[in-house]
């Protein structure tokens, strides 16, 4: 790929919970007799025919052999280390460059699953180039949940300025600071949505 994010992109892409992680490459996991590596900007899958032990130790010796040989120059992965640590289950990250929660307005966006109390609740931060530019996106973002859900309710929390989106039935809350957007999508109960990120903007003022 143009870059380790993108190739990050591509490999979280596929990703699901539960996958056995391997110590291979930045990260990798296997998946039956499959094979995912992600290491700098190249992403390698190896897919077997079929699923017996052999076919096992035949991926993981080509997974190992094949890593081993590319080169990673260690460029950072914004994201990685912008999104807060508390109560994020690490293998649920994903990064769009493009089209994030399906909206062509959102580029350059992490989404993540928190724990939040006993909920798991999905968060998300997007990345603009300029402060005027990530203004432009919660615009945009304030249309789509006027068009699409019940409306919108501005509100100032513990001193952060918050967007709650009826989006029927379902919650999402907002927030811009600088260039960038974040908050908590589709959450059920409205309160939870709000307190969950007033969490997630305190942990990145950190």
């Given at each position: 790929?143009?870059?380790?994010?993108?190739?990050?992109?591509?490999?979280?892409?596929?990703?699901?919970?539960?996958?056995?992680?391997?110590?291979?490459?930045?990260?990798?996991?296997?998946?039956?007799?499959?094979?995912?590596?992600?290491?700098?900007?190249?992403?390698?899958?190896?897919?077997?025919?079929?699923?017996?032990?052999?076919?096992?130790?035949?991926?993981?010796?080509?997974?190992?052999?094949?890593?081993?040989?590319?080169?990673?120059?260690?460029?950072?992965?914004?994201?990685?280390?912008?999104?807060?640590?508390?109560?994020?289950?690490?293998?649920?990250?994903?990064?769009?460059?493009?089209?994030?929660?399906?909206?062509?307005?959102?580029?350059?966006?992490?989404?993540?699953?928190?724990?939040?109390?006993?909920?798991?609740?999905t968060a998300f931060l997007s990345k603009q180039d300029l402060q005027k530019s990530a203004e432009s996106v919660l615009t945009e973002y304030v249309k789509y949940a006027k068009r699409y859900g019940k409306g919108v309710e501005h509100l100032e929390v513990e001193g952060v300025e918050l967007i709650a989106c009826d989006m029927k039935e379902k919650y999402d809350v907002i927030f811009q600071k600088g260039?960038?957007?974040?908050?908590?999508?589709?959450?059920?109960?409205?309160?939870?949505?709000?307190?969950?990120?007033?969490?997630?903007?305190?942990?990145?003022?950190?």
């Amino acid at each position: 790929m143009e870059t380790p994010t993108d190739a990050f992109g591509a490999f979280s892409a596929e990703r699901s919970l539960g996958e056995k992680p391997l110590d291979l490459g930045r990260e990798a996991y296997s998946s039956d007799a499959n094979y995912y590596v992600w290491k700098g900007k190249y992403y390698i899958k190896i897919i077997a025919s079929d699923v017996s032990e052999t076919l096992r130790q035949t991926g993981l010796e080509l997974a190992k052999r094949v890593t081993d040989i590319i080169m990673d120059s260690g460029e950072n992965v914004w994201g990685l280390t912008a999104l807060p640590k508390k109560g994020l289950i690490r293998e649920t990250i994903k990064y769009f460059k493009v089209d994030a929660l399906g909206l062509a307005f959102m580029r350059n966006t992490y989404t993540a699953q928190y724990r939040e109390g006993k909920t798991d609740v999905t968060a998300f931060l997007s990345k603009q180039d300029l402060q005027k530019s990530a203004e432009s996106v919660l615009t945009e973002y304030v249309k789509y949940a006027k068009r699409y859900g019940k409306g919108v309710e501005h509100l100032e929390v513990e001193g952060v300025e918050l967007i709650a989106c009826d989006m029927k039935e379902k919650y999402d809350v907002i927030f811009q600071k600088g260039p960038l957007i974040g908050g908590v999508l589709s959450v059920k109960n409205r309160n939870l949505a709000v307190q969950a990120t007033i969490d997630f903007w305190k942990q990145l003022q950190q």
